[in-house]
């Protein structure tokens, strides 16, 4: 979806820094606070386990390709935007998480450490949309509006297709966790990339990555009401998969 992105963005004329944020944007769905009790409505356990999953493998994702993104629409050079990866810490996070699962000594779950490490994570969701309402407001709705439409058209109708070649390419042996993928990546586009955009943000003239990232963030929530309606109708039918 990137490489789609990037492709059909350039051929439009998009320039940095609005390029970077209408590749995010299309990229990354809301696979968390979204996703999850979605997946989990539709397919039951299995949705909700699966969703899970996606969520740890894209945080990945948002915090490596997601800050190259983000970072080259800032005046910088493609080596600087990849040295901005190393400087945050949720890549040495996934290494401190797999050398402590591996020396076996990760907390309890009902220890106190784990539940202000849960109580931490819990927190960062009201932030996010509060400063997701900070954006909105101090954007020009009419102007991004009339930007967002390529983006929010490749989230949410390309990308489940892009997801259903993905399933038979790999050879997904469970259905259930096949449909859930699917789902999961036809979700609107995501906060985070908006906390990245706003990160690297210069305040240049003209159209800003925060207000476009937050307007497609808008749009394509509202929008993917009916548009996830059909399409868990269609997955739970097994009509697609």
């Known amino acids: 979806m990137a490489a789609l992105a990037e492709f059909v963005g350039r051929a439009l004329g998009e320039s940095e820094p609005v390029l970077g944020a209408l590749v995010l944007s299309s990229s990354f769905p809301n696979a968390g606070n979204y996703g999850i009790p979605l997946s989990q409505f539709a397919f039951g356990d299995v949705g909700r386990n699966t969703a899970i999953l996606y969520i740890a493998a894209q945080s990945v994702l948002t915090y490596t390709v997601g800050v190259y993104l983000a970072s080259r629409g800032n005046n910088t050079s493609s080596f600087a935007a990849v040295r901005e990866v190393f400087k945050l810490p949720l890549v040495y996070a996934v290494f401190a998480a797999g050398a402590a699962r591996a020396l076996d000594v990760v907390p309890p779950v009902d220890s106190a450490a784990m539940e202000t490490l849960k109580l931490t994570g819990d927190a960062a969701i009201p ?32 990308a489940p297709f892009v997801a259903v070649g993905v399933v038979f390419l790999l050879g997904f042996e469970d259905a259930t966790v096949a449909r859930v993928f699917v789902l999961e990546y036809a979700m609107p586009a995501a906060i985070t990339p908006l906390i990245l955009c706003i990160e690297y943000d210069e305040g240049r003239s003209g159209l800003r990555a925060p207000e476009y990232v937050s307007t497609a963030i808008f749009v394509s929530t509202l929008a993917s009401v009916p548009v996830l309606t059909l399409l868990i109708a269609v997955l739970q039918s097994g009509a697609l998969l």
């Open 127 to 158: 932030v996010m949309l509060l400063m997701l309402g900070i954006q909105l407001a101090n954007t020009d709705s009419g102007t991004a509006i009339a930007r967002v439409g390529v983006s929010n058209g490749m989230k949410l109708v390309d």
